[in-house]
């Protein structure tokens, strides 16, 4: 099946609908679902925590992969940015976490501004909002600076233990990035390919750059495993349940990856299996959201 917009074409609008529901749903359910008989306590309001995690992870790699993908398309047409739309929807949905965490949590906002998951939002939230004004300015590539400190704050939100904090920080900044490319970037390369009505030489350049954020993602994700999951929390934690969930659709992705590059050199049509590999790429990013939102193992007494 096509799916419509970036994905395919536009007169499959049931499926882009059925997709996007099928999207929110899980990111609404799936944190109470992956603790099923996990004897894990419920996370308040885990479901509208996990839709704005997903917004803000979806905001990033609409403008990373941008700004990435403009080098990459190279000269001839390019479709309508939407890098200052997603970061104003990431800057929303970052606000509307630290909303969120005041409600939960029964703190006045000025507590809550001075504790450290609420600063790290409040940057997060500044952070897009200037990503947003930058990409509507004359010099969109400045958005890279405010990109970066949203990226830092959220690695930084990721790892509250003290215990090699560093190392954790800087192995969720690597994979963080990288991911955002390799969904974001394909997502405006399949945008400019249809609006030319082609651009092998796009996807080509494409395909080269995505092999070395494959690799980061590879190591980085390898290394974070080992670092938060042990092996007996895997069957019996939410956590260990999703992330099993992410290597499947990692497989999945990367399946689709080779059959994508495959066809380009033997001269057909990639295009196909790079849509639905965008597609696998976007039901990875509402895990991932779904990861965030869900017990650390290690804070379980793993």
């Not at 704005?52 to 609409?62: C, H």
Request: charged letters at 10%; glycine letters at 10%.
């Amino acid at each position: 099946m096509t799916l419509p917009g970036p994905f395919g074409t536009p007169s499959r609008l049931t499926a882009a609908v059925v997709a996007a529901v099928a999207l929110l749903a899980a990111a609404l359910l799936g944190a109470g679902l992956a603790q099923t008989g996990t004897g894990e306590l419920r996370i308040p309001a885990a479901g509208t925590t996990s839709l704005l995690r997903l917004l803000v992870l979806a905001g990033l790699a609409v403008q990373i992969g941008e700004l990435a993908g403009r080098r990459i398309a190279g000269a001839g047409p390019l479709p309508r940015s939407r890098s200052a739309p997603a970061a104003l929807v990431a800057a929303a949905a970052s606000a509307g976490l630290l909303l969120l965490f005041t409600a939960v949590s029964g703190l006045s906002p000025a507590v809550v501004y001075g504790l450290r998951e609420g600063r790290l939002l409040l940057v997060t939230a500044n952070a897009f909002a200037l990503a947003a004004f930058c990409a509507a300015s004359r010099r969109p590539g400045l958005a890279v600076l405010p990109l970066a400190v949203a990226v830092g704050a959220e690695a930084l939100r990721a790892h509250p233990e003290a215990h090699q904090q560093a190392l954790g920080t800087c192995l969720t900044v690597v994979h963080l990035t990288a991911a955002s490319l390799w969904a974001g970037t394909l997502l405006y390369v399949l945008r400019t390919m249809r609006l030319r009505g082609g651009g092998r030489e796009v996807l080509a350049r494409y395909a080269r750059m995505a092999a070395w954020t494959y690799a980061a993602l590879v190591v980085t994700g390898t290394a974070s495993t080992l670092r938060r999951l042990p092996l007996d929390a895997v069957l019996s934690t939410a956590y260990g349940r999703l992330l099993l969930v992410k290597l499947v659709f990692f497989g999945g992705a990367s399946l689709l990856a080779l059959a994508a590059r495959g066809r380009m050199l033997s001269g057909g049509n990639a295009q196909t299996p790079a849509r639905v590999e965008a597609s696998v790429l976007a039901a990875i990013l509402v895990v991932s959201a779904l990861l965030t939102v869900v017990p650390d193992p290690r804070g379980l007494g793993y």
